[in-house]
């Protein structure tokens, strides 16, 4: 049996608006409102409004889970400071990548944890089950929340015009709670699309009047509402991994290229730490495969699942492709071999449907921002 | 979206135009161009190839996905549109007219090519 897939806050206005709708993870979510890749070049050169309720919000609180996030999780969290916020993921015991998360500390003993719609009830579970131990409480915060983001160069701008927030004074990966056209909110600078902005976590009930706000605000500026599709380009180029395409849980962060979330100089044990450490060991002997760009020469679109070929042997596997629309050509995430992981590394290609086309191997990102 | 009355349409979302000495024109629907979202690469059939109705001739690729394209007659390709290769955004702008996609000699038609009205109530 399957269940009727889920809405956000700011269906009906997404429907009024026009957006072509798409299941992501259990919820009926906007793909797009009218052409992706005008949403895309929006973002990277104005800004964008994104409708991210679909994420999952879990809420710590109590005088150990700092110490119950630095067991359940491969950071060290409870040296995170109030109104920061870090990148990190949840493992397996074998080291396998469940999640990866952003962890806000909101105060002293309170930390939300935002986790990807697809793993929310994992992470829960895998939560709820590791801070046993620790004096705190895991809430279920799903329902409590939706998730605006407002991301592009001019999002700054639109947003002070509607909030008295010290924005100037809230660094990159940094959140701070206030109140945004009236609505109480959670102003946090984060976002997964390479550019400058702002993530706001608001009551269900305050996410129509924030987009509106937000639209009417931006209009001038040229601010647009984006769906998914153009997300997942931004993040592409920007090089951000996406659950279930660089990362899964046959994955640990070592092969990800993304040891550096692990911290093994934390206070205590934790979940993964044995296998882990074998992981770092592996990867700083020889890494077996790496993650790496490709660029096109031609103009066919690698997807992912698609093999990375070389003098006609199979060195790699394709995780995440799509056009670029900042260089005008495909583009690529791909796990490949170590021998032909080098950026400039000549002859390899990506089959695409029988046909070898050729790819340059470069390192990620594709796209870094002017600051 | 409106689709246009002298056009013949198939269940694979292509549309044929008035047979003129023989030879239609081939394009893809506006309903289809928008289901595929912004086409990105687009490789058609070439000049002196034989085409079948219903069988794949080649593809369209947008920023989602990869579709088969077919051909709703059989016949010889005569043209293939190099402004769609070149601009494959043209299906989406204007998928009726300068994104047409190939011109085909035909030998052999379906009998179930619909009516704009009949595709309309098809298409939803």
């Excluded at chain 1, 909101?106 to 046993?132: C, I, K, P, Y």
């Excluded at chain 2, 000049?47 to 369209?60: F, I, K, M, Q, Y």
């Amino acid at each position: 049996m399957t269940e009727a897939p889920r809405r956000t806050a700011l269906d009906a206005l997404h429907r009024a608006l026009g957006a072509t709708m798409t299941d992501f993870a259990g919820w009926d979510m906007p793909l797009r409102y009218g052409s992706e890749r005008d949403e895309h070049v929006a973002v990277r050169t104005r800004a964008g409004l994104f409708d991210l309720s679909h994420m999952g919000e879990i809420t710590l609180t109590g005088p150990q889970a700092g110490r119950a996030l630095d067991f359940a999780l491969v950071g060290n969290l409870s040296a995170l400071a109030v109104g920061r916020a870090r990148y990190t993921m949840i493992c397996d015991a074998a080291g396998g990548i469940l999640d990866d998360l952003i962890v806000y500390r909101l105060a002293d003993e309170e930390f939300m944890v935002v986790a990807n719609a697809s793993n929310a009830q994992v992470v829960l579970d895998a939560l709820t089950e590791r801070a046993a131990g620790f004096e705190t409480a895991v809430r279920d915060d799903r329902e409590n929340y939706a998730l605006l983001a407002i991301q592009g160069p001019q999002s700054p701008g639109i947003l002070k015009s509607l909030t008295d927030a010290d924005l100037d004074g809230l660094k990159y990966y940094a959140g701070l709670p206030g109140t945004v056209a009236g609505v109480p909110a959670l102003i946090a600078r984060t976002g997964y699309t390479g550019e400058d902005g702002f993530e706001l976590f608001v009551a269900p009930a305050d996410a129509e009047r924030l987009w509106q706000a937000l639209t009417e605000a931006g209009a001038a500026a040229g601010l647009v509402p984006c769906g998914l599709s153009c997300r997942d380009t931004l993040r592409l180029e920007a090089g951000m991994p996406l659950y279930g395409h660089e990362l899964t849980t046959a994955t640990t962060p070592f092969d990800a290229g993304l040891g550096r979330v692990v911290k093994f100089d934390k206070e205590g044990d934790f979940v993964g730490r044995e296998a882990l450490t074998a992981a770092a060991e592996r990867a700083a002997a020889k890494a077996p495969r790496k993650l790496v760009g490709l660029i096109a020469e031609g103009r066919r679109v690698p997807r992912a699942g698609f093999q990375v070929v070389a003098d006609g042997q199979v060195v790699g596997e394709v995780t995440s492709g799509a056009p670029s629309p900042t260089l005008g050509k495909p583009i690529a995430i791909a796990y490949v071999d170590a021998a032909h992981a080098e950026p400039g590394t000549k002859g390899v290609a990506v089959d695409i449907r029988g046909t070898h086309e050729p790819y340059e191997v470069v390192a990620l990102p594709f796209y870094k921002r002017q600051r | 979206m409106s689709n246009p009355q002298q056009l013949r349409y198939s269940k694979e979302h292509e549309w044929l135009s008035a047979v003129e000495d023989g030879v239609a024109t081939v394009g893809i629907t506006e309903f289809a161009a928008n289901a595929l979202g912004d086409v990105v690469f687009a490789q058609l059939p070439a000049v002196g190839d034989t085409v079948t109705a219903g069988e794949s001739c080649g593809e369209l690729e947008s920023t989602k996905s990869v579709s088969d394209l077919y051909s709703p007659v059989s016949g010889e390709v005569v043209a293939a549109n190099q402004d769609v290769v070149d601009d494959p955004a043209l299906v989406n702008s204007a998928p009726f007219e300068g994104g047409w996609l190939f011109k085909v000699k035909i030998t052999d038609e379906p009998a179930d090519l619909m009516s704009a009205d009949e595709y309309t109530a098809f298409a939803g």
